[in-house]
Each structure stands twice: as structure tokens, then as C-alpha cells.
């Protein structure tokens, strides 16, 4: 995509940015500044990042249950991206490469997001547990 | 070292990438080869050839038959962007699929268009794994294209989001 230049510190300034909003400002209270999801307000389904801001406040505020609850793919998905993207710049040891291997094919993260993002929008108890709340 | 394909950090004896299996060292014979197509005699030019040489000896028009070209690579046309020719499989990653991207726009962007990115990025590693580089390359493209479609309409949504908070704000600075 881009060159490590410019993406890395990018993200640096990106993760502290959301960082800094996310202690200053509590996304459950209302009247919140933080951006709602722009599709849950057009449609009222829930997308697959629904909960991630409410999630990422969870586990800043070191309560991971909160998080998981919030949006479970979100949070499970946060250490492997990282992964991913330290396997891109980074030397690492061959047992965490081998790891990046395993998740770096796309059909297995396709089938689980479109996935999540059905079942996440059905009523009934189990998959009402993946909606955020 | 450097992978000079994907720039991943890999050992310094490693014969090729850790990462996307791009090979360190020049192999020594051409990955695949494509013999050139000899020049096609034409008709003419061979009668005149034969004129030049035995002025006497003519070839009847209905007798010539053109000599046989060599068998060509036959996915040469079919894939004229990068010349590979299928073969069983090619190695996971050996095309960038934008795969981070790609589930960060799904997760973070709140638009359809991360849907799209991720099922390109998955068409890559398919096609990768049926041994269709090009089809694979085309798939690259458009994931890396809906990842920024995602990216970039997200941030119009919440720039335009935070100016109308700030200007509601300022209509009533009671609110905050």
C-alpha cells in the first residue's frame, strides 16, 4: 500500500488520537461526541464493526468481558492485526511467523466477517449475544 | 534481509522470503519459457526463395503447406499481463491481498465497501491456490482499491460528523 514511512507513524498517531478521545469521552453516555455507526444509523442493522468504539472504551478502561460482549470479532481480531502488521515490518521469531502465516489467508477471515455479520442481526438467543450490548 | 517483493524482515541464509516466498537467489533456468515463435514464411517469399535458387523448379500454388510452428506457450494469450503460465498452485502471498486492510475496514470503516475488500482479498488467495496469477493480480487490485474506498468515505462521513458537532456546539454551548 503505502510506504512503512508514512504508514507506521500514521497508525501511531491514529491509535493515540482514538486513544486520547476514548478516556476523555464515555461512547455509553448519551450526547457522546463520538461518531455513531454511520450504517446502524441508516439502516438499523448492525455492521461488523458495530460496538468496536464502545469496545475499544472496555478495554482501556481494563474491562475485557465489556469488550467481548460489545463486539467479540472486534477484540479477537485486534491482537492478530497487529500481528499481521508487525510481520510486515518487523523481524520476528519463527514460531510468531508461522502464526502470521496461519491467519494471513483471506477466505477463513472473509467467511468469519460476512458471517458475523448476519448472525450478528438475528433476534434470537445465541446470536443475539454477538449484537453490541 | 530485506525481501525485495514484500519488504518482510527474513533470515539472512534463507534461500527465499519466509513471508511470501519470493526466491533470494536467481534460479537457473527461467521460471517459465517461452521459445520465440519463429518468423511465419509467407508464400510469396518462399517461392521466391525457390525461384532464386533452381530458376527452373516451380511449386504448384496447391501443394505448399507452411511448416509446422513449434508448440508456443498456449496461456500467452490468455495472460498477457504478467506471462506466467498456471501451474498447480502459486504460493500463498506471493500476491499481496491487503488482507489488514481490509479486515480494518471491515471492523473499523462501517461501510459496505470493507465487505467488498475482504472478499477480494479472499478471491487472491483463491485464485492463488487454483494457480491463476493474473486472476489473482486483478483481485489484489480491486482489494486494495475498496480498502481506500472504505477508508476514504469513512473519514468524509466523520470529518463531516465532527464539523457538525462542533457546530452544534457552538449553536448551544450548554451541551458540553
Redesign the interface.
Known amino acids: 500500500m503505502a510506504t512503512p514511512k508514512v504508514v507506521i507513524p500514521g497508525l501511531v498517531i491514529a491509535f493515540f488520537l482514538v486513544a486520547l478521545l476514548l478516556l476523555q469521552f464515555d461512547p455509553n453516555q448519551a450526547g457522546n461526541p463520538l461518531p455513531p455507526c454511520p450504517f446502524h444509523w441508516l439502516t438499523g442493522l448492525y455492521c461488523p464493526g458495530c460496538g468496536a468504539t464502545r469496545a475499544l472504551h472496555a478495554l482501556l478502561h481494563g474491562d475485557p468481558g465489556k469488550a467481548l460482549s460489545m463486539n467479540p470479532v472486534f477484540v479477537l481480531a485486534l491482537p492478530i492485526v497487529a500481528l499481521l502488521f508487525a510481520a510486515k515490518w518487523l523481524k520476528l521469531p519463527p514460531v510468531l511467523l508461522r502464526a502470521t502465516k496461519f491467519f494471513s489467508d483471506a477466505r477463513p477471515w472473509a467467511w468469519l466477517l460476512i458471517g458475523f455479520a448476519v448472525l450478528r442481526n438475528l433476534p434470537w438467543y445465541p446470536f443475539s449475544l454477538l449484537a453490541p450490548g | 534481509m530485506k525481501c525485495p517483493n514484500?519488504?518482510?524482515?527474513?533470515a539472512d541464509d534463507a534461500q527465499e522470503c519466509?513471508?511470501c516466498g519470493h526466491p533470494f537467489v536467481e534460479s537457473q533456468e527461467p521460471a517459465v519459457a517461452t521459445p520465440p515463435a519463429p518468423p511465419l514464411p509467407t508464400t510469396t517469399s518462399q517461392r521466391a526463395v525457390y525461384t532464386a535458387s533452381e530458376p527452373t523448379y516451380t511449386i504448384p500454388e496447391t501443394n505448399y503447406t507452411p511448416p509446422p510452428t513449434p508448440p508456443d506457450n498456449p496461456y500467452a494469450a490468455n495472460y498477457p499481463s504478467s506471462g506466467r503460465a498456471p501451474r498447480e498452485s502459486y504460493r500463498?502471498?506471493s500476491v499481496p491481498?491487503?488482507?489488514?486492510?481490509?479486515?480494518?475496514a471491515?471492523?473499523?470503516?462501517?461501510?459496505?465497501a470493507?465487505?467488498v475488500a475482504?472478499?477480494y482479498?479472499?478471491q487472491?488467495?483463491?485464485k492463488l491456490a487454483a494457480g491463476d496469477y493474473d486472476g489473482a493480480l486483478a483481485s489484489s487490485k480491486n482489494?486494495?482499491m475498496w480498502?481506500w474506498i472504505s477508508f476514504g468515505g469513512?473519514g468524509v462521513?466523520?470529518v463531516l460528523?465532527?464539523l457538525l458537532?462542533l457546530m452544534g456546539?457552538m449553536a448551544d454551548p450548554g451541551?458540553?
Open positions: 514484500c519488504s518482510a524482515e527474513c519466509d513471508f500463498a502471498g491481498n491487503y488482507l489488514v486492510w481490509a479486515i480494518l471491515t471492523l473499523c470503516c462501517c461501510l459496505p470493507g465487505i475482504i472478499v482479498a479472499a487472491v488467495d483463491g482489494a486494495k480498502s469513512a462521513i466523520f460528523y465532527f458537532i456546539g451541551r458540553y
